[in-house]
């Protein structure tokens, strides 16, 4: 059983930076793919970035070139790293993982965490 928990949300100017972690407990974190989503108010979740065991890289077009995704393996935590926000970066974000370590931008995870707010302001 693999649990997964997000910190770091909180409330930003237009223009700011934060900081999400998700931290991993159980299993091999090192092997697994790691992505993060969010999810607007009155919207589908949607996929954010992953990254592979490889630390191979992927992002939405929508946060192309201001978020960047990373893994500590030996902390066992995944990171995102959000600049330049924009009030419709607004949402929960929600980290979750695939133990077979395949990466996929849709919903085919094992694991999800519980989220953790971000909120926008102009």
């Known amino acids: 059983q693999v649990q997964l928990v997000e910190s770091g949300g909180g409330a930003v100017q237009a223009g700011g930076s934060l900081k999400l972690s998700c931290a991993a407990s159980?299993?091999?974190?090192?092997?697994?793919?790691m992505n993060w989503f969010r999810q607007a108010p009155g919207k589908e979740r949607e996929f954010v970035a992953a990254?592979?065991?490889?630390?191979?890289?992927y992002y939405a077009d929508s946060v192309k070139g201001r978020f960047t995704i990373s893994r500590d393996n030996a902390k066992k935590t995944v990171s995102l790293q959000m600049n330049s926000l924009k009030p419709e970066d607004t949402a929960v974000y929600y980290c979750?993982?695939?133990?077979?370590?395949?990466?996929?931008?849709?919903?085919?995870?094992?694991?999800w965490g519980k989220g953790t707010l971000v909120t926008v302001s102009s």
């Open positions: 979750a993982s695939r133990v077979d370590g395949v990466v996929y931008i849709d919903y085919r995870m094992d694991y």
């Open positions: 159980g299993g091999t974190f090192s092997i697994y793919a």
């Open positions: 990254i592979g065991r490889s630390t191979r890289t």
